[in-house]
């Protein structure tokens, strides 16, 4: 089974609508994160959490909102859902454990998200 | 805006070449990463490098950063048709707990 799973996979959706994108993982870290990805800019940081009582607003904030329900569920909003938030979203976990350079991120499989 | 950019933007090659991308940054780092991703799917760490290092090698992966010139290169041997993806390389800032992305290079390695 994945460590990090992503629901939806891919969601199509109208202009105004609220939508949830959902994230698991079994790896038993504490940080996870919220990355979308348009293409040619690679990707870009939307919000990111280092325990449950811990969130932190990232590159590109505006427009979504995030829970953090326990320590292995991270989800994203789309409070009311525009076309230029039309983009591949990517979850992601990491340890936290900047000393010795071990903190590398674990990313789900995304979901494709398109905004009529 | 971008932390690091990587060049080329696209490369191809044929399969047992050796294929070598390049990635900038702009300012002081704890540590680099390079990841791969195949078409649509999610990133997969493939190795770090320390600030205080200088080359790191992991199978057919070279790795060297020169923090002097801001720049990390990644350098596949004897390439495979599998190794067509596309590689992003994510610079830790110093202070920082977040990993910031290039844009990428797109490898194609025809077999």
């Known amino acids: 089974d994945a460590d990090v799973t992503q629901t939806p996979r891919n969601r199509i959706t109208k202009t105004g609508k609220r939508i949830m994108l959902e994230c698991s993982q079994t790896?038993?870290?504490?940080?996870m994160y919220w990355y979308r990805q348009d293409p040619g800019l690679g990707l870009r940081l939307i919000y990111y959490?280092?325990?449950?009582?811990?969130?932190n607003k990232g590159e590109i904030s505006d427009g979504y909102s995030v829970s953090r329900q326990a320590q292995a569920k991270f989800s994203l909003s789309l409070e009311s859902a525009i076309p230029n938030q039309t983009a591949l979203y990517f979850c992601?976990?990491?340890?936290?454990?900047?000393?010795?350079?071990?903190?590398?991120?674990?990313f789900g499989p995304g979901t494709r998200l398109t905004v009529l | 805006s971008q932390q690091g950019e990587e060049d080329p933007q696209a490369l191809s090659i044929q399969e047992g070449e050796n294929a070598t991308m390049n990635c900038s940054y702009k300012t002081s780092i704890n540590n680099l990463q390079w990841y791969r991703q195949n078409s649509g799917r999610g990133l997969v760490h493939l190795i770090l490098?320390?600030?205080?290092?200088r080359e790191k090698h992991s199978g057919r992966l070279r790795v060297t950063l020169d923090t002097s010139k801001k720049s990390s290169s990644l350098l596949i041997t004897a390439s495979r048709a599998a190794d067509t993806a596309s590689y992003f390389c994510?610079?830790?800032?110093?202070?920082?707990?977040?990993?910031?992305f290039g844009t990428g290079t797109r490898l194609t390695v025809i077999p």
């Open positions: 790896k038993g870290h504490d940080r």
């Open positions: 490098i320390r600030s205080n290092e």
């Open positions: 992601a976990t990491s340890t936290g454990v900047v000393a010795g350079g071990r903190d590398t991120q674990y």
């Open positions: 959490s280092f325990d449950v009582k811990d969130i």
């Open positions: 994510a610079t830790v800032l110093t202070g920082a707990n977040n990993l910031f």
